[in-house]
């Protein structure tokens, strides 16, 4: 990929935090690879504490995640990602890393209670009702969300939220083809690089937005292409949403609203958000955009009540490039009824206070890559 085709343009100046805190095997490496840009967060554990130690975001004018296409990750990525862990200064060769929610599944099932070492032989028999490809061809996986169901009267009040009375158990069955992976593994590979973890987008923003937080959240991010709707609670997701309306066609509506081009349109919408139209009807439009994922939403909300007994959603997690636009977060929260707040991906992370700036700028584009690096820390804790 030419210089022409890319520009990298945030990093850490000099690796503030280079080797202020030990080896490398207290350092992990997120790659978060977007529609058209990859963001790379690199942490280091210090005891308890973990440290922002540097990042690097870079952009692409070419799709280097393409829907529909082998693999969905474009060949053309690896030089990108190469170069854009080069600015970020990191030795470090093994990384983690994910794929889009948009070409996985993540469903929950019921199957009747069991004993946990139980559970493995009732998912194979149970997988292909809900994975329409064969197993052989894909890589899949499940998690516990609750524990099972309370049948004794005396019991009830004891009972976890999100647990249907009849004897079930919820289970969130995840898959991935093996075709994508295998892609992913070649387009770093030819980077120079190992993926050490591969995991499906939606895990690493619940752990970076949410935490060890127990409440009911919903997370909406908005990013270039397409607009992510999570819905998590303990820890857990419960349900995940994809819909193509996100910063692109926002951006592409403006510019066709008031007769611009998309350069034109892309600084209004970041200078105005939601009152971007400059001329009689642009606004209206952008409305248009919003009430479809407000309706999203509410179709996920209903999905979550229907499914699980006792789970409120109780706060909207906005993420992503899209989600900086003035006006969304009041938006969000009037028509939804919700409190709604811009996330804070590095609420738990030190860094510079010298690049408070840009954390609040940029911090939540870099929301996947920083999920993605903390993964390799949850297991030390």
Request: proline share 2%; glycine share 8%.
């Amino acid at each position: 990929m030419s210089s022409e085709q890319t520009s990298v343009f945030h990093k850490m100046k000099d690796g503030l935090f280079s080797g202020l805190f030990g080896g490398n095997g207290n350092v992990s490496v997120g790659v978060d690879v977007g529609s058209a840009s990859i963001k790379v967060v690199v942490l280091e554990r210090a005891g308890e504490a973990i440290h922002l130690k540097n990042y690097a975001i870079a952009t692409s004018k070419q799709e280097i995640i393409k829907p529909g296409t082998s693999g969905v990750i474009s060949e053309s990525a690896s030089e990108l990602i190469r170069k854009t862990i080069k600015e970020a200064e990191v030795s470090k060769k093994s990384v983690q890393a994910a794929v889009p929610s948009f070409s996985s599944l993540i469903t929950a099932i019921e199957i009747p209670r069991a004993a946990e070492k139980d559970i493995d032989e009732i998912i194979q028999n149970e997988a292909p009702k809900y994975i329409p490809v064969q197993l052989a061809d894909v890589v899949y996986g499940w998690q516990l969300i609750d524990e099972g169901s309370k049948d004794d009267e005396e019991e009830k009040e004891d009972a976890i939220p999100g647990v249907q009375r009849d004897g079930k158990i919820h289970i969130l069955l995840v898959a991935i083809m093996r075709e994508i992976s295998a892609k992913y593994e070649a387009v770093f590979s030819k980077a120079g690089l190992k993926i050490e973890a591969l995991e499906i987008d939606a895990f690493s923003l619940t752990r970076a937005l949410v935490g060890s937080n127990t409440s009911p959240h919903l997370i909406l991010d908005i990013g270039h292409k397409v607009c992510n709707i999570v819905a998590v609670s303990n820890g857990n997701v419960l349900l995940n949403r994809t819909i193509d309306i996100a910063g692109d066609r926002i951006t592409k509506t403006i510019a066709r609203s008031l007769n611009i081009d998309t350069q034109r349109a892309e600084q209004i919408k970041h200078k105005n958000g939601m009152n971007a139209g400059e001329a009689q009807g642009g606004t209206e439009m952008i409305g248009q955009i919003m009430d479809a994922v407000v309706a999203e939403i509410k179709k996920t909300n209903k999905a979550i009540k229907k499914t699980y007994v006792g789970i409120e959603i109780s706060e909207i997690v906005l993420t992503g490039g899209g989600s900086k636009l003035v006006g969304m977060v009041d938006y969000l929260s009037k028509e939804l009824g919700l409190k709604t707040r811009i996330g804070e991906p590095f609420a738990a992370i030190n860094y510079p206070e010298s690049i408070q700036s840009v954390i609040d700028e940029h911090g939540s584009e870099l929301v996947i890559a920083v999920g993605l690096a903390l993964n390799a820390f949850e297991d030390k804790k």
